[in-house]
């Protein structure tokens, strides 16, 4: 084998171990859509508060997403009325939802995946602007109010109401049958 071909040779084998070696680097490259085309391509549309966030540790490799309970204070499209959660790669380079907060106020777009809901970061999931809720008005139309205040469902402070009513009027029979029965003397 002449000098040239040997060169070639480990030059070639050279470049193919690099090439084994490196690995491959993969970034999220999201198409440039308008909130219509967002919309048409969700299942849920909704502006939301984060009510709890739950990202798996850094360098978990078991393939865990991230968590988001939501509470909707306004749809535009979907059947969620209470709260419910959204998961996502917790990797904005595998597009998954980067930077949310508890207590942020968004607008989600989110698809349903078996018995939960999903979004990423190319589905048009963003802070709730003035601008965007303005759009999504325009596009999708008024949607529906959500109570934006658990605190103030009948549900929440109906019960205990409810409950102390029967304990009074319990009380108030034991008492009475104790007062009205004959008295036995001492």
Known sequence: MTTLARLLLSSL???LSLLMWTSVAAACSCAELSTAEHAADADVVARVIVERVNIPETGATDGQLAAYTMRPTHVWQGDVISQFKVTSDPNGAACGLEGIT???DLVVFANKVDDGWTA???GGTAPATKALV???LEVVGPGVAVDADPEDRPGDWLW???S???AV???GGVL???WIRPRRGI
């Open 164 to 166: 102390a009513g029967a």
């Open 13 to 15: 084998a050279g470049m």
């Open 160 to 162: 205990p109401l409810v």
């Open 169 to 171: 009027l319990l009380l």
């Open 120 to 122: 990423n970061l190319c």
């Open 102 to 104: 508890q207590g942020q």
């Open 134 to 136: 303005a759009e999504l």
């Open 176 to 178: 009475t049958i104790w």
